[in-house]
């Protein structure tokens, strides 16, 4: 059964620094995208954030991000990593990994395997 299970959120200052960790299981990880998505509130569709390619070729990031994030991957052990720094008050949200097996693009509607989420709070 596929699952992806993220973890590293908490609580933490403005301009402060988190890695988000994204752990796989039952996927070749090399045939699927990672991607990153969060959701500061119900209803909307997920915000992208970023997403990797299955051979780490190629990423993308929100336009939000401004060289604040990192996103990689280490398939040996089926993780994806999101290096948050910089991160301000409107980075609030759930955090949730997610998987395609198209390529990397950060539409939520392509992505068929969802994780819980992790809940990132900016506050001082």
């Known amino acids: 059964q596929v699952q992806l299970v993220e973890s590293g959120g908490d609580l933490v200052q403005p301009g402060g620094s988190l890695r988000l960790a994204c752990v796989v299981s039952?996927?070749?990880?090399?045939?699927?995208?990672i991607g990153w998505f969060r959701r500061q509130a119900p209803g909307p569709a997920p915000e992208g954030v970023a997403?990797?390619?299955?051979?780490?070729?190629?990423?993308a990031y929100g336009d939000f991000v401004k060289g604040r994030f990192t996103i990689s991957r280490d398939n040996a052990k089926s993780t994806v990593y999101l290096q948050m720094d910089g991160l301000e008050f409107g980075d609030t949200a759930t955090y949730y990994c997610?998987?395609?097996?198209?390529?990397?693009?950060?539409?939520?509607?392509?992505?068929?395997?969802w994780g819980q989420g992790t809940q990132v709070t900016v506050s001082s």
């Open positions: 039952d996927l070749t990880m090399d045939y699927y995208a």
């Open positions: 997403c990797i390619s299955g051979d780490s070729t190629s990423s």
């Open positions: 997610a998987a395609t097996a198209r390529q990397c693009a950060l539409r939520s509607d392509w992505f068929g395997y």
